[in-house]
């Protein structure tokens, strides 16, 4: 095994980083520089002209994707090789979004399971959609209640809010709600809205076992007969989304509405499977298809750009370079539209639950930093709370900024909000860029009219180091096409770290021990 610090690369950029790398200003101002790094793709466009980088980085960053053997460790994963190496398992998100006409690399076997059961998902929320799924008294059902936690939770929720504007509240169709938290409000202020005889329950677990589901799901049962369901007709109201079926079944919950997906889908990249039914209920049928086949479009893109242009290989080489070589411990993602308020959330499960490891594949311990922390939340939001600190406090944070660049709210002023959404956007990724110098700062202060000594007093506190590398994506707009490929877009550049890293992205075993202890405790506390 290639680990990352035994190729010349790493030395390379090592050197490369001790020596002083310009400023943004100074590499800014590079001829040619913009156009050599903004690059599209799958309908979205990355600036990384920002980024901390020289040509002589490039090359090496480059050269160590080459070194590490990325491409046949990429083409691994889409043949299905079993790259999950603790839990001996394929990992195959990319096949849920293959093309129904076309097998993939994965073979006919999993594209045929993937196909049945995404013709059942689709099936299941048209039906849905026309009022034909009826509850215990047949009256049809008017809301979706998803109940589920983490990877079972965050994908659909965070991809039904961006997508809302496919949801016209004037069409009767089913609402779809999410409870993730077993704290008994965040089902409460769910339920007590709605009527029990025209409610479904979609209970999201790959395991079947984990407790804050299970709890949410016996308490909403309760909900419904307490309600008047007959017991002989909950299952009219149950839906199971698994990989353990067996479990499910043991539970009560009827086979015919048991969608499944596998245990080569890991539950932070199971939002293309059955586990977004949800997401396909809220969106249509139609528009869930979509939402994989933008996912799809990155997928070839990934396989098949060059390095210079491809945008999930970029992505992670510029983390890496910030992470390991310039030391830079956090990451920062903000997006401007508040349709993608979820998304960082969602992305933070996706980037830390994979990169979050100790150990390289072969369980030595880690010789390399590996994923760092990832926060954030609405830029806008941002900028009035803890920019503050990214601006001048004592981290220097690299920044994904994400834009959406046309606007479809049908408000009058809806584009007087969409240029001073975007025109904040590109504001922020220049002022962390180029700063403002002590000189500039006071040579400013004294054309705004203050004396020689209160520009002197003030220069200091009102000067920016700037210097703070940052992507800025371009969606062409937000539809289920661009958020599918944005998306697999992070999946890969996750992948394409930890193949660099050599870690295994695709196991957690570092949530199990608290799991473990809070088993043990609810079993010691039910024995007393
Ligand atoms: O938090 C750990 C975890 O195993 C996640 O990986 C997963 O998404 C979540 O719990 C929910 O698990 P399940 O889908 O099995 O209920």
Redesign the pocket.
């Known amino acids: 095994m290639k680990l990352p610090t035994t190729l010349p690369a790493w030395h390379q950029l090592q050197a490369l980083a001790d020596a002083p790398v310009p400023h943004l200003r100074e590499l800014l101002a590079e001829p040619g520089r913009a156009t050599r790094l903004t690059h599209s793709a799958a309908g979205i466009t990355l600036d990384a002209s920002r980024q901390r980088v020289t040509p002589a980085i490039e090359q090496a960053l480059a050269a160590l994707a080459g070194q590490a053997d990325l491409a046949a460790q990429r083409e691994a994963m889409f043949r299905g090789d079993a790259i999950n190496t603790t839990e001996d398992r394929p990992v195959l998100h990319v096949a849920l979004r293959g093309d129904p006409l076309h097998t993939g690399p994965w073979g006919h076997a999993v594209q045929a399971e993937v196909q049945r059961e995404l013709a059942r998902v689709c099936d299941f929320a048209d039906a849905l959609a026309a009022g034909a799924v009826k509850g215990h008294s047949d009256q049809p059902i008017t809301d979706v209640v998803n109940i589920?936690?983490?990877?079972?939770d965050l994908g659909p929720r965070m991809a039904a809010d961006a997508l809302a504007h496919l949801t016209d509240p004037a069409v009767p169709g089913p609402r779809v709600h999410f409870v993730s938290n077993p704290d008994a409000w965040a089902l409460h202020s769910v339920l007590r809205g709605l009527d029990p005889a025209r409610t479904l329950l979609v209970v999201?677990?790959?395991?079947?076992?984990?407790q804050e589901?299970l709890t949410n799901a016996a308490s909403a049962q309760r909900w419904l007969t307490d309600g008047g369901c007959p017991a002989d007709r909950l299952h009219r109201h149950l839906v199971a989304i698994t990989a353990s079926p067996a479990q499910s079944a043991r539970l009560g919950y009827p086979a015919e509405r048991t969608f499944l997906f596998w245990d080569w889908v890991?539950?932070?990249y199971s939002v293309w499977s059955a586990l977004g039914l949800a997401l396909a209920i809220a969106i249509g049928a139609a528009n869930f298809r979509d939402f994989l086949a933008g996912a799809r479009a990155m997928d070839e893109h990934f396989r098949q750009a060059p390095l210079p242009q491809n945008l999930p290989v970029l992505m992670a080489l510029h983390g890496i370079w910030n992470r390991n070589f310039l030391r830079l411990p956090t990451h920062l993602i903000v997006p401007y539209a508040s349709r993608l308020a979820r998304f960082t959330p969602f992305v933070q499960?996706m980037d830390m639950?994979s990169n979050g490891k100790h150990t390289h594949l072969d369980g030595t311990p880690a010789t390399v930093d590996t994923g760092p922390i990832v926060w954030g939340g609405l830029g806008i939001d941002g900028q009035h709370a803890y920019f503050q600190l990214v601006h001048q406090g004592r981290h220097t944070v690299p920044v994904d900024f994400i834009g959406v660049q046309n606007e479809d709210t049908p408000l009058p002023l809806a584009a007087t909000h969409h240029a001073v959404v975007n025109l904040n956007l590109r504001a922020q990724a220049e002022a962390m860029a180029r700063g403002r110098s002590l000189e500039d700062t006071r040579a400013q202060l004294l054309k705004d009219g203050l004396s020689a000594a209160q520009a002197q007093a003030l220069a200091g506190h009102r000067s920016f180091d700037g210097n703070i590398p940052s992507h800025v994506l371009w969606l062409d707009r937000l539809d289920p096409q661009r958020l599918g490929a944005l998306i697999a877009l992070y999946e890969h550049k996750v992948f394409t770290q930890a193949a660099i890293w050599r870690i295994n992205a695709y196991d957690?075993w570092g949530?199990e021990l608290g799991k473990t202890m809070a088993k043990a405790m609810e079993k010691a506390a039910t024995a007393s």
């Open positions: 589920g936690i983490g990877g079972s999201s677990s790959k395991t079947f076992t984990t589901t890991g539950g932070r499960q639950e957690q949530v």
